[in-house]
């Protein structure tokens, strides 16, 4: 597994972490992880993921066999939540502004073969990755790191639905790509846009698997 964390972390508390979070996600959720052999097991990885609730990030972290480097909103890094968000080798950063710190330390995670983890919608929602801020882009072109897709379906509540109990949470792993090489704005945009599209179809593929699987747990139901 690859150790590669920023200056501060500790990889047996983000081990720790996962293994608490990996137990405590077995009694809240049913968790279905597929594709995990896509998942290279050295070398530079930025995983691209949608993002529909704030439990996502724990759950890659735990399916997925890396130790991953998460980009997080700000507001959460104060007290003793920011100190073991950092502990945890998690980086700050500002959501609507230009913010190239957390970005370039990213970076460093990257080169020396580590994993980073980002949501490239840039907030929560409902996950179908409409459109998505150029970050990610930015990161694996500038590190050369290969990209990961993984899409997530299960953990947001839906509108109006009472709590549940145990949601069977999907966790799907396609397949890695390249970006292009290129410069300017222009050029960052086109790999942008094929961010998206690569993981809005492998979220599109992940819904229309949980469709037929609840379509035929009803069709069972009515013949019983």
Not at 133 to 158: C, E, N, Y
């Amino acid at each position: 597994m690859t150790d590669q964390l920023p200056p501060g972390a500790s990889p047996r508390w983000m081990d720790l972490a996962r293994w608490i979070a990996r137990y405590s996600h077995r009694v809240s959720f049913r968790v279905r992880a597929t594709g995990l052999e896509h998942v290279p097991r050295t070398g530079g990885l930025l995983v691209v993921s949608n993002h529909s609730a704030a439990v996502d990030g724990q759950v890659l972290a735990v399916e997925l066999p890396r130790r991953i480097v998460f980009l997080v909103k700000r507001e959460l890094f104060v007290g003793p939540i920011g100190w073991c968000l950092r502990k945890l080798g998690q980086l700050p950063v500002r959501r609507g502004e230009p913010d190239r710190a957390p970005l370039f330390e990213a970076l460093r995670v990257l080169a020396a073969g580590g994993t980073v983890g980002i949501f490239p919608e840039g907030t929560r929602g409902a996950g179908d990755v409409i459109s998505v801020q150029d970050g990610a882009a930015w990161l694996a072109r500038r590190s050369g790191a290969t990209v990961l897709p993984v899409a997530t379906r299960g953990t947001r509540r839906p509108p109006g639905a009472g709590r549940r109990f145990r949601p069977v949470v999907d966790v799907l792993v396609g397949e890695t790509f390249e970006l292009p090489a290129g410069k300017g704005k222009q050029s960052l945009g086109v790999a942008s846009l094929m961010v998206r599209d690569r993981l809005a179809a492998l979220v599109a593929e992940l819904d229309r698997s949980r469709s037929g699987v609840m379509t035929n747990d009803r069709v069972s139901g009515e013949g019983r």
